[in-house]
């Protein structure tokens, strides 16, 4: 290790997670930083709300993000049989999936955020003591990947990033249009 070389401690007390894998994970905490804080201060109520044109709510995105980095992970562990055939879904799976998009009765803010932390240690966990980020998969059946393409841990990584930035700025976006307050700015 390197003075230049990021470092992430762990307050479990295992070993510093260095290099590469410090800096995915450092990436991904910030995102899900900015992610969260758009809950700050909501009610249940106001976490349900939809602000904007879209179908989006602030509790609906944490549940969906919470889900897509649970799903992911689950791939990088067992390969496409974890997210099942998108090709195959019917009706009744899609109204389901929509359902990640909402707070439903009977969720709070408080435990899709503490579900989300969960997830999100459990990720972190896993990218620290994966014994290789090249570790790849086919992709499962879905109508938006190539037939035939792979990923690797670390492709999967690259996506779980881009996927929590792109959903903290749909969650801004509603959080400004809810009550004014931005993450930024």
């Given at each position: 290790m390197t003075d230049n070389e990021p470092t992430i401690p762990d307050p479990?007390?295992?070993?510093a997670v260095t290099g590469e894998r410090a800096e995915w994970l450092d990436a991904l905490a910030k995102h899900r930083h900015f992610l969260r804080f758009t809950t700050r201060d909501l009610t249940?109520?106001?976490?349900?709300l939809r602000t904007t044109a879209s179908e989006l709510c602030l509790g609906g995105l944490i549940k969906h993000v919470t889900a897509v980095e649970r799903n992911w992970v689950e791939f990088i562990l067992n390969g496409p049989s974890a997210m099942g055939d998108f090709t195959a879904m019917t009706e009744t799976d899609w109204a389901r999936r929509a359902d990640e998009f909402r707070l439903l009765p009977g969720e709070t803010l408080v435990g899709v955020?503490?579900?989300?932390a969960e997830v999100a240690r459990r990720t972190d966990d896993l990218v620290a003591t994966l014994p290789d980020l090249d570790t790849a998969w086919p992709l499962p059946k879905a109508p938006w990947f190539e037939p035939g393409a792979?990923?690797?841990?670390?492709?999967?990584?690259?996506?779980?990033?881009?996927?929590?930035a792109q959903h903290a700025g749909h969650a801004d976006i509603i959080r400004e249009s809810l009550d004014g307050a931005k993450s930024m700015g």
């Open positions: 479990a007390g295992n070993p249940d109520e106001q976490a349900g955020l503490a579900d989300y792979q990923w690797s841990a670390r492709r999967v990584l690259m996506h779980l990033i881009g996927e929590t």
